[in-house]
């Protein structure tokens, strides 16, 4: 283990000592030109990273007040405190020397925790040097360390270590200054560590998939208990042991897609029972009352009636509080300064609306993106508040429901900017430790959009943050989506659109399939996942979409691959396998 220890320590070469300033150090990067092959055309691949999305972040990857700006090869990062921090960024992983790997695409990396100094850090170098040591975490973390077993993907983790290694060696020449080489090496090993990091999400997802959804993985869990306590455990529970990573449900995973409920017809009711175990019905408050006092019910009745007596599926609400802007009515604004009134208001929206619907609806997301302050802007207690408010009513209405609260943006990026704000961390935190009957938390995992929050990651960081989230002792219900096409920026906006990357190649029909595959496959083999969502069923005109080109059917009613995808895992899991044949991901 010495070489992987050395790939964590922020430099393995001994530094001169700093001298004592009285401006704050800053984190400096230096970026190099890759120099061109001999009789190759200069790549087309575009910049290495773009600052659209960079913000500084500390402790337990929280986002810190601060500011990153570009000169000309240097990348600098000013915190608002002295304690060491990372930069988090988009990376264009096809900027690299030629090799076998194939497109990876362009998404949002970080780099370790590292102090402020004069000198600076080689960028890629440091990223390279994130990844590899967390290829290391989770290799132990998802147990994937068989040889054996896990042959080809372990390979692909020791060559991303070793060009590591390549790359810090010869990181310097002997005035000091950082070898272009050592650039190449940097970029290099990135690619190989974030392809390695893919595989090795899919590798254990693929083992792990048919242990969950055939229920082994209960049965297991329930002896260990069994041998920890003397007793069975209760039965139809939860179980919490030391050698699982949040609970183990005894239920199978299931499935099942949004619906807009202004839109209703015969392709959409067929679409949803050929690829979901339930459906999930926003609630939007515009929807429900888009005049003061006046109540509108009639496009959510008609679905949850088709979905009750018809198709027999049941039926998941909500979100019913979304303070985003698309989802608040226009006559709330003016109650925006007066909490007191505001949670008037709230009380009786979430009294009105789990009253009529509480002997169809089974589970309830109550509330969603609460702790991004967002649009109606709360101060701390108010969203701890509101949120209590909102668990309370619906507990005291319907007992018998599952309530779920949801966390958006879930790497808290918007943290960087709002401090009025909460970690999605620390809101999750504030209510366990609060008490509240909470019975799972609901997390959004949207990528390729020009939305807050919806920059491109891979599979690992996505796998690996919701095992972070599972560290809180509840199920987890996933709600994932993609686009089926890049996303234009809007015409009528003044501000230039952030690009939000792409996943190996750009969006299409098929990639979206591809990457719905994938993510659903590494969601429903967690232990804890108790559902994964698709985010929207269709896109079109007069429709509320969730995601332009996010749908799992076209404006014109033309199923999409996902379609299909989710569909053929939804069978999967009924039948007790793994969604996905076979770990590797195509290369493009």
């Known amino acids: 283990m010495p070489v992987a220890l050395a790939a964590c320590s922020p430099d393995p070469f001994p530094q ?8 704050r150090p800053m984190l400096r990067f230096t970026l190099l030109a890759l120099a061109p092959s001999p009789g190759t055309p200069a ?6 990273i773009r600052l659209d999305h960079a913000h500084l972040f500390g402790q337990d990857d929280i986002p810190v007040l601060g500011e990153v700006t570009r000169d000309g090869e240097t990348v600098l990062g000013e915190a608002s405190s002295d304690d060491p921090a990372g930069l988090r960024l988009q990376v264009n992983l096809d900027d690299r020397p030629a090799d076998e790997l194939g497109p990876l695409g362009a998404m949002t990396l970080q780099t370790c925790l590292l102090p402020g100094r004069e000198r600076p ?5 440091e990223l390279a040097r994130h990844r590899v040591m967390h290829l290391f975490h989770k290799l132990e973390d998802w147990a994937l360390f068989v040889p054996g077993e896990n042959g080809d993907t372990l390979e692909r983790v020791e060559s991303a270590r070793a060009l590591f290694i390549r790359a810090l060696v010869c990181q310097r020449d002997s005035r000091g200054l950082f070898r272009p080489e050592a650039e190449a090496l940097a970029r290099s090993a990135l690619a190989a560590a974030v392809d390695a ?30 041998h920890a306590h003397g007793d069975e455990p209760p ?8 050698t699982a990573r949040g609970v183990v449900l005894p239920e199978r995973p299931q499935v099942g897609v949004a619906v807009d409920p202004r839109a209703f017809g015969e392709p959409l009711a067929n679409a949803v029972q050929q690829c979901a175990d339930f459906v999930s019905i926003p609630m939007r408050w515009n929807d429900m009352e888009p005049a003061e006092g006046e109540l509108s019910f009639r496009a959510t009745d008609r679905w949850i009636e088709w979905a009750v007596r018809s198709a027999k599926l049941p039926v998941h609400a909500g979100p019913v509080i979304d303070f985003r802007p698309e989802c608040v009515p226009e006559w709330l604004y003016i109650w925006e300064n007066d909490y007191e009134t505001l949670r008037e208001l709230v009380y009786e929206h979430v009294r009105q609306i789990v009253t009529r619907y509480r002997r169809t609806v089974r589970r309830w997301t109550i509330a969603s993106g609460l702790h991004v302050n967002r649009n109606i802007r709360l101060s701390f207690d108010q969203m701890m508040d509101l949120t209590r408010v909102a668990v309370l009513m619906v507990k005291k209405l ?7 609260m949801e966390i958006v943006q879930p790497f808290g990026g918007y943290y960087a900017k709002n401090r009025n704000s909460l970690p999605p961390t620390l809101y999750a935190d504030m209510v366990v430790q609060g008490g509240l009957a909470v019975d799972a938390f609901g997390i959004k995992l949207q990528v390729g959009s020009l939305q807050p929050g919806q920059t491109v990651r891979d599979l690992m960081q996505l796998s690996a943050l919701l095992d972070r989230f599972a560290d809180y002792e509840r199920p987890i219900a996933v709600t994932i989506g993609c686009p089926s096409a890049q996303i234009a920026p809007d015409p009528s906006s003044d501000k230039p659109a952030a690009e939000p990357g792409v996943w190996r190649e750009a969006w299409s029909p098929d990639r979206q399939a591809e990457w719905l595959r994938r993510m659903a496959t590494a969601c429903l083999s967690k232990p804890y996942v108790t559902s994964v969502t698709w985010h929207q069923l269709a896109d ?31 069978r999967a899991v009924r039948e007790g396998r793994s969604p996905v044949a076979s770990p590797p991901v195509p290369a493009g």
Do not use: N, W
Not at 545 to 562: I, N, S, T, Y
């Open 16 to 23: 001169p000592r700093e001298a004592e300033a009285d401006v």
């Open 540 to 570: 079109g005109p007069g429709r509320t979409m969730e995601m332009p080109g996010g749908g799992l059917l076209d404006e014109r009613g033309q199923a999409r691959p996902a379609l299909a995808a989710l569909a053929d895992i939804r």
């Open 43 to 48: 790549p087309a691949a575009g910049p290495f």
């Open 197 to 226: 990091g893919e595989r090795l999400a899919i590798a254990a997802a693929s083992r792990d998939a048919p242990e969950r959804v055939a229920g082994r993985m209960y049965v297991a869990a329930a002896a260990r208990f069994k």
């Open 398 to 404: 319907h007992p018998q429901a599952k309530v779920q």
């Open 235 to 242: 039965p139809g529970i939860p179980i919490l042991t030391p």
């Open 121 to 125: 850090y080689l960028l890629a170098l």
